[in-house]
């Protein structure tokens, strides 16, 4: 940035050239974004609009090269900033221009650009990297699984340093286009519409698009052989499901299962309001892990998932975190329940819905089935510590505190206040504390002694989320 100087003499002038009016007010960007449970994710000092991934992927090798190209706008006078990723870097432009860069701890990349850069300015920033996911680990843990076929990067908190350079919090989303070769015969598979895929030169590239805000640990990168089913909904959105060819006995289950994504997303609307984003559907790699996630428009599935049969009740899961987690999303990690507490609570609708038991049903099972003494009860819903991040206390407990506020609100607000959550903070972030104040504008009732009780306290609540009488 250039400033204009009142210059008073030529010594001044002088003093005044060696030592830029500006300097001091620029510093380096905090190393985190602030997060009370991970102080090193994310970073201050930029905000990101739009990652650009350019990748090849070898699966014989894990070798996996690529050129992040990302969109930010300066948040401060920045001297230089931090990036997060565990991966090699061999180059690194700020505005065209070749910039410093060094790492420091697990996965901080630290940049320092030629000039220093003036606050709300946008800038690019190229960075050139290559690795194998699979040898980058944090604490002997790697959110990168190897499969016989590929890869797969997915996982929460954090999945994102496995395979791009970013400002790796919820906090700040942006939009995506992923672009990945692979070897003929292999698929990639990421978040959104597949914009194109061509081939050459014995390599695919495919092309990917998610065009609304999406948290890092959202996006996601599947390679592998897959088969590709197809359609649109009646809105029109494209519809893509991946199942890897290798999922031996799981495969018609998990096929019976995510091929009935335009149903689920279809009742979600209608309890949750309009679907998001520009596309859906899931997809399932031959990973050995047990879990799924609501990676953007298209969850991830483990094959396990499907060990018993069909499993729409994990499909309703992750779909309803499209609303709940993904379009609004935490802005902390301790404020977790607004993520799982409600998409456990939208299979208890659904359970509802199919006849296998209703909500109230569900609520007082696991409110009986659960002894004062149980462990359960001292994990706080509301603010479980990282280490319970995903304990099941945060999704069953969490869902007795949805079943406790339907009862107190009744139906009508209950239903109101899980409609207009959404539209609220839609692609934005969101506080616990600013759901039990929006539960309150809505049903007009003092609700903090309701919550506290069912997500603060560190013990079994005295009496269960109970009916009204007359219910
Ligand atoms: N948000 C995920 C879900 O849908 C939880 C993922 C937790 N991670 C794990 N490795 N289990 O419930
Ligand atoms: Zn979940």
């Given at each position: 940035m250039?400033?204009?100087l009142i210059v008073?003499?030529?010594?001044a002038?002088?003093?005044l ?16 974004i602030?997060?009370?449970y ?12 739009h990652y650009?991934l350019?990748l090849?992927y070898?699966p ?8 992040a190209?990302?969109?930010?706008t ?7 900033f931090n ?10 432009r700020?505005?065209?221009r ?5 790492t420091s701890?697990?996965?901080?990349l630290?940049v320092?650009?030629?000039s220093?850069?003036?606050?709300g300015?946008p800038?690019s920033?190229v960075?050139?990297?290559?690795g194998?996911p699979?040898?980058f680990?944090?604490?002997g ?13 997915a ?8 395979w ?6 919820p ?12 070897p ?5 598979i ?11 030169l014995?390599?695919?590239?495919f ?5 609304k805000?999406q948290a ?12 590709i ?5 009646a ?10 060819k290798?999922?031996g006995?799981?495969?018609g289950?998990?096929?019976a ?7 689920v997303a ?11 984003f520009n ?13 799924a996630?609501?990676t953007q428009?298209?969850p991830?599935?483990?094959?396990r ?11 309703v ?9 993904d ?5 902390d990690?301790?404020d ?5 507490g409600?998409?456990?609570?939208s ?5 509802e819905?199919?006849?296998e038991?209703?909500?109230?049903e569900?609520a007082d099972y696991?409110y009986?089935?659960r002894?004062?003494?149980?462990p359960?009860w001292?994990?706080k819903?509301g603010?479980p ?11 069953d407990?969490?869902?007795l505190?949805?079943q406790?506020l339907?009862?107190?609100v009744?139906?009508e607000?209950?239903?109101?206040i ?14 616990v504390?600013?759901?039990v104040?929006?539960?309150?504008r ?25 009916a009204?009488?007359g219910?």
């Amino acid at each position: 940035m250039h400033r204009r100087l009142i210059v008073p003499s030529a010594l001044a002038a002088s003093l005044l050239l060696a030592i830029p009016a500006s300097a001091a007010s620029f510093t380096p960007g905090a190393p985190g974004i602030g997060d009370s449970y991970y102080p090193a994710s994310g970073n201050g000092g930029y905000d990101v609009s739009h990652y650009d991934l350019r990748l090849k992927y070898q699966p014989a090798t894990d070798l996996l090269e690529g050129t992040a190209t990302i969109l930010a706008t300066t948040k401060q006078d920045l001297s230089r900033f931090n990036l997060d990723l565990g991966l090699k870097v061999s180059e690194i432009r700020v505005n065209g221009r070749p910039a410093k860069f060094a790492t420091s701890g697990d996965h901080e990349l630290e940049v320092t650009p030629a000039s220093p850069l003036a606050k709300g300015t946008p800038i690019s920033v190229v960075v050139r990297y290559a690795g194998k996911p699979s040898e980058f680990k944090i604490d002997g843990w790697s959110a990168w699984a190897r499969t016989p076929d590929g890869g797969v990067a997915a996982q929460e908190p954090d999945s994102a340093v496995w395979w791009f350079p970013s400002n790796d919090h919820p906090l700040d989303k942006a939009t995506f286009d992923v672009s990945v070769l692979v070897p003929d015969g292999h698929q990639a598979i990421s978040n959104g519409v597949l914009q194109s895929q061509s081939s050459r030169l014995g390599w695919t590239r495919f092309n990917w698009r998610s065009n609304k805000p999406q948290a890092t640990y959202l996006a996601t990168l599947a390679v592998g052989r897959f088969d590709i089913t197809t359609d649109r909904t009646a809105n029109g959105l494209p519809v893509l499901n991946a199942y890897s060819k290798d999922l031996g006995d799981n495969a018609g289950a998990a096929r019976a299962s995510i091929e009935r994504t335009t149903e689920v997303a279809e009742w979600l609307e209608s309890v949750f309001g309009p679907y998001p984003f520009n596309s859906l559907g899931g997809y399932v790699p031959n990973v050995t892990s047990g879990f799924a996630l609501e990676t953007q428009t298209r969850p991830f599935y483990s094959p396990r998932q499907f060990a018993n049969g069909s499993n729409v009740s994990v499909v309703v899961h992750e779909l309803a975190h499209q609303w709940y987690g993904d379009s609004v999303s935490v802005a902390d990690w301790k404020d977790i329940w607004i993520n799982e507490g409600f998409a456990r609570y939208s299979q208890w609708l659904w359970s509802e819905k199919e006849g296998e038991g209703t909500a109230q049903e569900l609520a007082d099972y696991v409110y009986a089935t659960r002894a004062a003494d149980d462990p359960f009860w001292t994990v706080k819903p509301g603010d479980p510590g990282a280490e319970n991040q995903f304990h099941g206390a945060v999704y069953d407990r969490g869902a007795l505190a949805l079943q406790a506020l339907r009862n107190e609100v009744g139906d009508e607000d209950f239903f109101a206040i899980l409609k207009g959550w959404p539209q609220e903070h839609a692609y934005g972030n969101a506080h616990v504390s600013d759901f039990v104040r929006y539960a309150e504008r809505v049903s007009g009732k003092p609700l903090a002694a309701l919550f506290d009780t069912w997500l603060y306290q560190p013990s079994k609540p005295a009496a269960p989320a109970a009916a009204p009488a007359g219910q």
